[in-house]
Structures are given as structure tokens and as C-alpha cells.
């Protein structure tokens, strides 16, 4: 899906830590 256009090859890696990662993103851009 999306994940693997914004991880690459890391979006099988951490999933919790790439959900952090968006939702932080999306905070910070809110």
C-alpha cells in the first residue's frame, strides 16, 4: 500500500515506530 511509498524497505521493519512516526508527522502538520 502508501507504507511501502513512505518506508521503502523499512515498512515491514517497525510498524509501531513507522505509526508513531505518521501520526507525529500528521500532528506536527495539523
Request: hydrophobic share 45%; with cysteine.
Amino acid at each position: 500500500g502508501q507504507c511501502s511509498e513512505i518506508c521503502g524497505v523499512n515498512h515491514s521493519f517497525m510498524p509501531i515506530m513507522i505509526e508513531v512516526v505518521l501520526f507525529d508527522f500528521f500532528k506536527n502538520y495539523v
